[in-house]
T-cell receptor, first 112, second 116 residues
């Protein structure tokens, strides 16, 4: 079945720096790739997503890039702020549909 | 517009008991999915309901079941609880079934289940 690997598991940056989280997947037929942010005591929040017919998508300080050939996609956060500190999850929806497969999560810490 | 709501937020049960968790999706959303989140296994898909029908199921034993009502509200049930069932149970709603193209899912805050 589909497998999603997410790296790094923890990431610490200084406020104002950029942060990059990368996910690789196994099913080349996967077609939808969302990213979620989870703060302590809350459910995951959808922050950005990309579909397989698009290579890059931006939303203010957040961007996602997709490389279908290499089967990986990345989350880029620029000008990080302390409120960006959270656990970030990538996910993949396979071509068969029906469910999202999540990566193991990245704990991002932004130090002021 | 109200988000996804889950009740109760916290629950403590003992081994062997059963539990029912409730989820109300965003108004207008017809798909409800359930996930189990644990530190060791991460986020794992349990099942999805759309128009009162189970559309897909994850790799969980038959002790885990669910249903959806005509108003799209959903419940999940876990029977014969085990210590390993302690987890955060998350509900997510979306406009259409995950088998369609529009699959943006929005999560509720979760129900923290502790089995002793």
């Amino acid at each position: 079945g589909e497998n999603v690997e997410q790296h790094p598991s923890t990431l610490s940056v200084q406020e104002g720096d950029s942060a990059v989280i990368k996910c690789t997947y196994s099913d080349s037929a996967s077609n939808y790739f969302p990213w979620y942010k989870q703060e302590l005591g809350k459910g995951p929040q959808l922050i950005i997503d990309i579909r397989s017919n698009v290579g890059e998508k931006k939303d203010q300080r957040i961007a996602v890039t997709l490389n279908k050939t290499a089967k990986h996609f990345s989350l880029h956060i620029t000008e990080t702020q302390p409120e960006d500190s959270a656990v970030y999850f990538c996910a993949v929806r396979g071509a068969q549909g029906g469910k999202l497969i999540f990566g193991q999560g990245t704990e991002l810490s932004v130090k002021p | 517009k109200a988000g996804v709501t889950q009740t109760p937020r916290y629950l403590i049960k003992t081994r062997g008991q059963q539990v029912t968790l409730s989820c109300s999706p965003i108004s207008g959303h017809r798909s409800v999915s359930w996930y189990q989140q644990t530190p060791g296994q991460g986020l794992q898909f349990l099942f999805e309901y759309f128009s009162e029908t189970q559309r897909n199921k994850g790799n969980f034993p038959g002790r885990f079941s669910g249903r959806q009502f005509s108003n799209s509200r959903s419940e999940m049930n876990v029977s014969t609880l085990e210590l390993g069932d302690s987890a955060l149970y998350l509900c997510a709603s979306s406009l259409a079934s995950l088998t369609s193209g529009k699959v943006e899912q929005y999560f509720g805050p979760g129900t923290r289940l502790t089995v002793t």
